[in-house]
């Protein structure tokens, strides 16, 4: 499957922006799809995940601020952000994975399919 993030952007923090991620398959429902997202010199960090039947597991770091949801109808994920935070600036990328063979995958080796990112950028 083929993924493709977009809205990324500059903002002030304690501002908001939302995420997509559109694919290419119409079995777009049967994947666990996943945010994460890198700050130079960082590894890759798990942000949210949201499972094909919609439960969703958050990151520490983002629990409360961020929200993950799916629209299988028009094979796309979002990842509304708000409060943010200087911290929070990094390149996002959305994931996917196959449903029945990872329950909740946090690490991005769990991943098989990858979009190319987008950049948030949080000023002070």
């Known amino acids: 499957v083929q993924l493709q993030a977009s809205g990324g952007g500059l903002v002030q923090a304690g501002g908001s922006l939302r995420l997509s991620c559109a694919g290419s ?64 600036t990094a390149v996002y990328y959305c994931a996917a994975t196959d449903s029945s063979r990872y329950s909740y995958p946090v690490n991005p080796q769990e991943y098989s399919y990858w979009g190319r990112g987008t950049q948030v950028t949080v000023s002070s």
């Open 25 to 88: 398959e119409r079995t777009f429902s049967g994947y666990t799809m996943g945010w994460f997202r890198q700050a130079p010199g960082k590894e890759r960090e798990f942000i949210a995940l949201i499972r094909r039947s919609g439960v969703t597991y958050y990151a520490d770091s983002v629990k409360g601020r961020f929200t993950i949801s799916r629209d299988n109808a028009k094979n796309t994920v979002y990842l509304q952000m708000n409060s943010l935070k200087p911290e929070d």
